[in-house]
């Protein structure tokens, strides 16, 4: 068997979330086929779980300064392909293949294209995660096309469906989702499905996964959309992968985004998918595989492609019992036929082994060090253009801000010696009036 040394590298800003769960995912199967894995990323709790299954970690906040101290780490380090996640880590990883001469694979995750075309070249495969994020990087950057691969996310096999719940007149939903600013279509949806009357008029009970920057300005909405309701809300926070699976058996619908709708999916329940680009709905045998083609929500135009009330209409529907039952079946069978981690990861793994048995040329780093020190050198004086005039695009609002400050305390000035002038004024004129009165 081929043993392959990869190189992770993977830049993120939440401590957790989809694209952690991702990761975890692969290194846990990619140790288990025997292959060897160093995830270069932040420290923390992440770092931590790389490290409890058997992963190497290289730790770095990703400052050019400390980039340099991993680079000199990574080089000497007999890897066979760099498997990259994008932006920050993406450059790293990158400038690594390219000195090492060794391959080169990308996965997007997202409507993004990660500037693409500015190093297609360098890139030996492209992993996206949907059909329309595919659609997306190749009306980009056509040149990438023949490189590119189409692998969905899986699920983990701890997702799987329980016995049904017993019937009862309440029903339990439970929406999951990262509570940051990225996230805000998302919380901006589900406050849209608390604030529906049709949905108030409901006995649900809510339960929230998830937690971040967003957590306590959407809680007070949330709790203020329900006053007067029969509905409760529970925050259950940011839960492990260990303890979700629990948290969703316990719900009779979810609601959620990418490999959250999934995982609800898998459990057995129906499950309304909304991204962090777009509404998509209720997951139906009619409507999955467009669902799917988008990452269940990651491509779209977020409010403009939203109408107030779609998603209060799905939870509707989900109050007919039998449609429950139908669609918590049809769910779990669509999982393990199509989204099963076992079966993206044994894909990811063929093309690692495969991109190594090709190989890649060495670059002739002689032949391209003008070229690559030119780009070097625009990049620095641009960002120092760039930052000159934010300093003084600053400098002139502070000035402007005292400006304003300083006419708002001679009004203020202004104000109160016209209140002393009134004040005056109103007693002269009581005073004249008393004498006017006195005269008479």
Not at 40 to 53: N, Q, S
Not at 125 to 149: F, G, Y
Not at 319 to 330: H, I, S, V, Y
Request: charged residues 25%; contains cysteine; glycine residues 6%.
């Amino acid at each position: 068997m081929l043993v392959v040394n990869i190189l992770l590298p993977v830049f993120f800003h939440s401590a957790m979330g989809g694209l952690h769960r991702h990761i975890l995912s692969s290194v846990k199967v990619l140790i288990r086929k025997g292959h060897e894995v160093t995830v270069v990323c932040k420290p923390g709790p992440f770092a931590e779980e790389i490290e409890a299954l058997g992963g190497q970690v290289i730790r770095t906040d990703y400052s050019n300064e400390d980039i340099k101290r991993v680079i000199d780490e990574v080089r000497t380090q007999p890897f066979d392909v760099v498997y990259a996640h994008p932006f920050d880590s993406r450059q790293l990883g990158i400038a690594v293949a390219e000195a090492n001469a060794i391959p080169f694979v990308l996965v997007i995750h997202g409507m993004y294209v990660d500037e693409i075309e500015q190093y297609h070249s360098s890139v030996t495969r492209v992993v996206a995660v949907s059909e329309q994020i595919a659609t997306h990087l190749t009306d980009h950057c056509p040149a990438v096309e023949s490189k590119l691969i189409v692998i969905p996310n899986g699920v983990d096999a701890a997702f799987i469906p329980m016995e049904a719940r017993p019937s009862s007149e309440r029903v339990t939903g439970l929406f999951t989702s990262r509570l940051d600013a990225d996230k805000l279509f998302i919380l901006d949806v589900f406050l849209d499905a608390l604030e529906d009357e049709r949905v108030q008029r409901l006995p649900i009970d809510w339960l929230i996964v998830g937690d971040g920057t967003q957590r306590e300005k959407y809680a007070s909405r949330y709790e203020e959309a329900l006053e007067g309701t029969d509905q409760t809300i529970k925050w259950l926070g940011w839960l492990d992968q260990s303890d979700l699976p629990d948290a969703m058996h316990r719900a009779d619908f979810v609601i959620g985004p990418g490999r959250s709708a999934l995982e609800g999916m898998a459990v057995g329940k129906p499950t309304i998918a909304v991204g962090s680009k777009s509404y998509q709905g209720l997951v139906t045998p009619s409507t999955w595989t467009d669902i799917a083609n988008t990452n269940f929500g990651g491509i779209g135009t977020k409010y403009d492609g939203y109408t107030s009330g779609q998603i209060g209409d799905a939870i509707l529907e989900l109050m007919d019992e039998a449609t429950r039952r139908d669609l918590a079946r049809f769910s779990s069978a669509l999982v393990d036929e199509h989204f099963r981690d076992e079966q993206s990861q044994q894909r990811l793994l063929d093309v690692l082994e495969q991109v190594v048995k090709e190989g890649t040329s060495e670059m002739d780093l002689i032949e391209r060090y003008p070229f690559i020190r030119y780009d070097q050198l625009h990049a620095r004086r641009s960002n120092r253009i760039c930052t000159w005039k934010l300093t003084d695009r600053e400098q002139r609002l502070e000035a402007m801000r005292d400006e304003l400050e300083g006419a708002k305390q001679i009004l203020e000035q202004l104000r109160s010696t016209n209140e002393e002038q009134s004040s005056e004024i109103n007693r002269l004129r009581i005073k004249l009036q008393r004498w006017s009165d006195e005269s008479k």
